[in-house]
């Protein structure tokens, strides 16, 4: 039962006090004041022939650093303000591994339980969140004829709390399809990224005279073709790749 402490400093930008106006209406501002964080945290892993039967974690986190919105009524602008949080505690439960359901089938999964709790005081008014969340994933390997693989994979987290942040739920699809080549010494992938365009940060903010809808999306759909040939040493070389290189290997990893 690993267990640990750590201190977290704030960021450079959390601590600037300058307003940074993203548009009219929406800005952000740093607080000088803020102090270190303290973390304490401790973890229970039971495996059994290399398959995570179960992994227990508890966080709990003092004087967190986190961002808050304020109002203004009278100019209709509201900007954000990062400030310590007094407690956030954080129970996760998760189990998954690896199985083989055929020669020519493969798949890993994931399931998790996560208890979010924060505490803290906005303006001198307590605010207190609390939201229990589910996360799922499969990841499923199909081995084909004549060398070829298809992935497919996906990804779902439900309800949960970030910060005053009430998160609703998000996910992704990913595909691909691979071909060996030339004795495996070379590869062929097509790969499509969050499919139907699920993933982003859709969230919600409600207290005192706040209550805003926050809908982010991010440029995670895409298409990549690589190809890749393993050197005499046997390290891979990718000859030709097409799309952003940081999102290679999502779908199907």
């Known amino acids: 039962m690993p267990s640990s402490k750590r201190i977290s400093r704030p960021s450079y930008q959390s601590l600037n006090p300058f307003i940074d106006y993203s548009d009219a209406y929406t800005a952000m501002q740093g607080n000088p004041y803020l102090a270190p964080s303290l973390t304490s945290s401790f973890e229970l892993n039971y495996l059994h022939t290399g398959f995570q039967v179960l992994n227990i974690s508890y966080l709990l986190e003092n004087t967190l650093v986190s961002s808050v919105a304020y109002q203004n ?48 005081l906005v303006e001198g008014q307590p605010v207190r969140l609390r939201r229990v969340g589910a996360m799922v994933s499969s990841n499923h390997t199909f081995t084909l004829p004549r060398h070829y693989q298809l992935l497919v994979g996906g990804e779902y987290y439900g309800p949960n709390v970030s910060g005053l942040y009430m998160l609703r739920s998000s996910g992704t699809v990913n595909l691909s399809l691979r071909k060996q080549l030339w004795q495996e010494k070379a590869t062929l992938s097509l790969k499509v990224s969050d499919l139907f365009y699920t993933n982003g940060w859709f969230s919600s903010l409600r207290y005192q005279n706040i209550n805003t809808e926050w809908v982010n999306r991010y440029d995670s759909r895409h298409l990549t073709l690589s190809f890749t040939y393993k050197l005499a040493g046997g390290k891979a070389h990718r000859d030709r790749a097409s799309s952003r290189a940081d999102e290679q290997g999502r779908a199907g990893h």
């Open 73 to 120: 009524d009278q100019t209709k602008v509201t900007t954000t303000h990062p400030i310590k949080f007094d407690q956030v505690r954080t129970l996760s439960l998760t189990s998954g591994g690896h199985t083989d359901l055929a020669k020519w089938w493969g798949m890993d999964n994931q399931v998790g339980a996560t208890y979010g709790e924060v505490q803290t």
